[in-house]
C-alpha cells in the first residue's frame, strides 16, 4: 500500500485547510486509513481515523474543528481542518490499517505533509 499526502502550509490561527491523502495498491487489505501528525520536539500524535465503511473517529484535541472524510472511489481520505490553532501546528502523516482504540499503530505511512499555524 502507498500512501500520498498533500494539502499542507502555512496559514493563520483561525484559517481552515484540508489534507488529502491518496491510497494505492492492496487497498481492500487496510480496513482504514487515518492521520496522525508530530509536533517539533513531541511525540507522535493520533488525529484521526476513517473506516471504508464510513466510521470515524477523532482524537479529542480536534474534534469539533477537524473532520475526515473518504471518497472510496478515489482510495482518498480528506482531513478538513478548521478554526487552526498555533498548537496544530507540525508535519502531519497519512497512515493505513490502523489498530483500534485511542492510541492506534499503523502498518503503512505515507510522507508527511507540514502544517504551520501562525497566532
Known amino acids: 500500500v502507498q500512501l500520498q499526502a498533500s494539502g499542507g502550509g502555512m496559514v493563520q490561527a483561525g484559517d481552515s485547510l484540508r489534507l488529502s491523502c491518496a491510497a494505492s495498491?492492496?487497498?481492500?487489505?487496510?480496513?482504514?486509513l487515518g492521520w496522525f501528525r508530530q509536533a517539533p520536539g513531541k511525540e507522535e500524535e493520533f488525529v484521526a481515523r476513517?473506516?471504508?465503511?464510513?466510521?470515524?473517529y477523532l482524537a479529542d484535541s480536534v474534534r469539533g474543528r477537524f473532520t475526515i472524510s473518504l471518497d472510496s472511489a478515489k482510495n482518498t481520505v480528506y482531513l478538513q481542518m478548521n478554526y487552526l490553532m498555533p498548537e496544530d501546528s507540525g508535519v502531519y502523516f497519512c497512515?493505513?490499517?490502523?489498530?483500534?482504540?485511542?492510541?492506534?499503530?499503523?502498518?503503512?505511512w505515507g510522507q508527511g505533509t507540514l502544517v504551520t499555524v501562525s497566532s
Open positions: 497512515a493505513a490499517a490502523l489498530t483500534p482504540g485511542v492510541r492506534p499503530r499503523a502498518s503503512y
Open positions: 476513517i473506516y471504508w465503511r464510513g466510521d470515524t
Open positions: 495498491g492492496d487497498t481492500l487489505s487496510i480496513g482504514n
